[in-house]
Nanobody, 126 residues
Framework: VQLQAYGGGVVQAGGSLRLSCAAS????????MGWFRQAPGKEREFVAT????????AYGDSVKGRFTISRDNTKNTVDLLMTSLRPEDTAVYYC????????????????????WGQGTQVTVSS
């Protein structure tokens, strides 16, 4: 599975930004696709994920209520709509996918994700 992320940029605090991730290859094998982020000097953290079948979603506590993840299985894309952005949302955002079989209680576990996109920078200015 190859993942390509798009849509990063610079936005003022309170603004919105949409990230997109296009998947190719053996995408039918994955059960969840999601987004993680990594700020300078910090560990990569879970942002959001969505189940390929059924569309169930999960969010990190810091983005809940502000970010929305969605997917289009016909196009093999996953979007992350980010609203009410804060300076602390500044990070490199990575699209990711598992290799299948992730149970729902494990979807926030970074170790469950096998495939990673190249990352896209999001900068929120105050």
């Amino acid at each position: 599975v190859q993942l390509q992320a798009y849509g990063g940029g610079v936005v003022q605090a309170g603004g919105s930004l949409r990230l997109s991730c296009a998947a190719s290859g053996r995408t039918l094998s994955s059960s969840v696709m999601g987004w993680f982020r990594q700020a300078p000097g910090k560990e990569r953290e879970f942002v959001a994920t969505i189940r390929r079948r059924g569309g169930s979603t999960a969010y990190g506590d810091s983005v809940k209520g502000r970010f929305t993840i969605s997917r289009d299985n016909t196009k093999n894309t996953v979007d992350l709509l980010m609203t009410s952005l804060r300076p602390e949302d500044t990070a490199v955002y990575y699209c990711s996918s598992d290799s299948g079989g992730t149970i729902w209680s494990e979807v926030k576990n970074i170790m469950r994700y096998t495939y990673w996109g190249q990352g896209t920078q999001v900068t929120v200015s105050s």
